[in-house]
């Protein structure tokens, strides 16, 4: 029988009544004549709960012991939903993550998956069970310690399964219906699209378009895993919602796809750096190190004027963004690279108060024209831009962070975003 992942988000298992409704739309689908591997998050607040209670507990934690904890809101919700399939007569039994088991590193909390045995499902399926019901998130170090996958790591488990179990498709049902051109909330312009490649889904899921975790994107694009989003709170078909595929399976394209947008952003610039060559390397080395991640980098080549009458030094400004929590453990490390005399600057100047605006599309591969157009609407609307990065399918620009509404309006307009390819 054709095989079906289907996942549930913490809103669509937030209660019994929530997992009743989303045990009928597998129901329905074995119905309709499928297998299907469900995996369910934890109720919707619990895995924050969990966590909390952790950092009550043991601020500076065994996260060992976190992963034992925070692993267990998905416990419930897998047992709760095997049982209320078991009550409309769906045949169906759920599993933890040690129990298949899925086998993965030991990087507590942001473990990855390294395999996923077929045996123990495969085996259950051949007697007649039509439902196999996984707890979402969680695995097995190689030292037999129970793992979490990093936050929002459920949609990671069903692509996973999906891949090892040869599914036709992997459905994620959420609280929204579908993957839109731009936060519906910033516009009411904002259209559903019905298709949409993995590539330009990647780029918007990284962009802090939060509907899936990153990492399930990666691997469904790896293995060519179509992925359906939509939503459990509606009555839905074979052609609800939005399905992130290869790119062959889609026909018409808008050059952009879409407008993405991250708000808690900030910009630092180390002013009059010494040019020389291993300067960005003994800039950034020291950030990776202290777990800052860099997005965006631009440097600039000036000339200092000459010291007692001596050469023209070469010198440069290095500007780069990080998300605004980073902030002091970026300062920190450029402090104490500066104090080693690893490296030279004059001030370090940091924003706090900026926003990253981008446009997202693979017609950009063909089109000439897009980054014009978008700093052109951009200029209409007199928004300044502080800091350009460009990708083969994206182009994000860094602005002040009360114009970030204003933009995304803006650029979804100029690229008619509202109306279909
Ligand atoms: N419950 C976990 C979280 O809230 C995993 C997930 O829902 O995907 O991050
Ligand atoms: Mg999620």
């Keep these: ?134 707890a979402g998130f969680q695995g097995l170090s ?34 929204v219906d579908g993957i839109y051109t731009t936060d519906p909330r910033i516009t009411a312009k904002a259209r559903k699209l019905a298709r949409i490649s993995f590539e330009e889904m990647l780029e918007l899921a990284s962009l802090g378009a939060k509907v899936l975790q990153t990492r399930s994107v990666e691997l469904a694009m790896r293995y060519k895993v179509p992925l359906r989003v939509l939503s459990s709170f509606e009555d839905t078909d074979d052609t609800s919602g939005t399905l992130v595929c290869d790119e062959e399976a889609i026909m018409e394209s808008n050059v952009v796809s879409g407008v993405a947008h991250s708000r808690e952003e900030a910009k630092l ?10 300067i960005a390397a003994a800039i950034f080395g020291p950030l990776a190190e202290a777990g800052v991640n860099v997005d965006m980098i631009v440097q600039n080549i000036s000339e200092a004027a000459p010291v007692d009458g001596g050469a023209p030094r070469a010198v440069t400004d290095m500007t780069f963004s990080c998300p605004t929590d980073q902030v002091a453990r970026a300062e920190r490390a450029l402090a104490a690279a500066r104090a080693r005399g690893d490296i030279g600057y004059e001030t370090l100047e940091i924003d706090t108060e900026v926003a990253k605006v981008s446009v997202v599309g693979i017609g950009m591969r063909s089109h000439a024209g897009v980054a014009s157009r978008m700093f052109a609407a951009l200029a209409e609307h007199g928004v300044n831009i502080k800091v350009i990065a460009t990708s083969e399918i994206k182009i994000s620009v860094l602005i002040d962070r009360k114009y970030m509404e204003l933009a995304v309006q803006a650029l979804h307009d100029a690229f008619a975003l509202d109306k279909a390819g």
């Design 269 to 278: 610039t180390l002013v009059t750096v010494e040019d020389r060559p291993g």
């Design 142 to 175: 190689p030292e037999n310690r129970i793992t979490t996958l990093g936050r929002g790591g459920s949609d990671t488990t069903a692509v996973a399964f999906a891949a090892a179990f040869g599914a036709i498709r992997c459905d994620i049902y959420t609280d």
């Design 1 to 134: 029988m054709p095989l079906l992942v289907m996942k549930f988000g913490g809103t669509s298992v937030a209660d019994p009544a929530r997992i009743r409704a989303a045990a009928e739309k597998v129901r329905a689908e074995v119905a309709r004549g499928h297998d299907v591997i469900v995996i369910v998050s934890a109720m919707a607040g619990r895995t924050n709960e969990l966590v909390g209670w952790v950092n009550e507990t043991s601020p500076l934690y065994d996260a060992r012991e976190y992963d034992a904890v925070v692993s267990s809101g998905e416990n419930v919700t897998a047992g709760l939903m095997a049982l209320t399939l078991q009550e409309m007569d769906v045949p169906a039994r759920s599993w933890q993550g040690w129990q298949v088991p899925i086998r993965t590193s030991s990087a507590h909390g942001a473990a990855r998956i390294e395999e996923i045995p077929r045996a123990a499902l495969d085996a259950k399926f051949a007697e007649g069970f039509r439902v196999a019901v996984i």
